[in-house]
């Protein structure tokens, strides 16, 4: 319990700081939504590959975690934030914003989504992964610059 207390204690002291952050450097604070948003679906894929023990409050924060990532992560692309800190940003955003808006709301809706009918077992990680990283997949495959190797 003191975990999931910690745990959720440090999310919302990270997204308060969320905006603050992005004022100062949006691609650095991007880029470590992404590695949060990353950690999480790693913990989830190990509990659904049987390489980590399945824990349900672990699984449904993990979500949490994706879900307050995605709430106003589009605006951390504001105008002149195209190219700089090694980003993985593809042009494609400024050219479509509107579309990389859609995106952003398609992840949030479906981690809330998963959230309104919380994980109890392996299958509800695995279902969560589905939809969740189908949403995430599709934004990555129009607006994210692949790195070689």
């Not at 880029?31 to 913990?43: E, L, R, S, Y």
Request: charged share 20%.
């Amino acid at each position: 319990m003191k975990r999931l207390l910690f745990a959720g204690t440090t999310i919302a002291v990270l997204t308060a700081a969320a905006a603050s952050w992005a004022a100062m450097d949006p691609i650095a604070t991007r880029k470590a939504v992404m590695k949060n948003n990353g950690a999480a679906m790693g913990a989830l894929a190990k509990m659904a590959k049987g390489e980590a023990p399945f824990e349900a409050n672990a699984a449904n924060l993990a979500v949490r975690v994706l879900y307050n990532g995605a709430v106003g992560f589009t605006d951390l692309f504001p105008d002149g934030s195209q190219t700089g800190m090694d980003t993985e940003a593809s042009p494609k955003i400024w050219e479509d914003m509107a579309g990389f808006k859609a995106k952003g709301v398609a992840l949030e809706e479906a981690a809330a989504g998963v959230i309104a009918t919380p994980i109890t077992d392996v299958d509800g990680v695995k279902a969560a992964l589905g939809v969740i990283g189908k949403t995430c997949g599709g934004c990555h495959e129009t607006y994210r610059i692949k790195k070689d190797g």
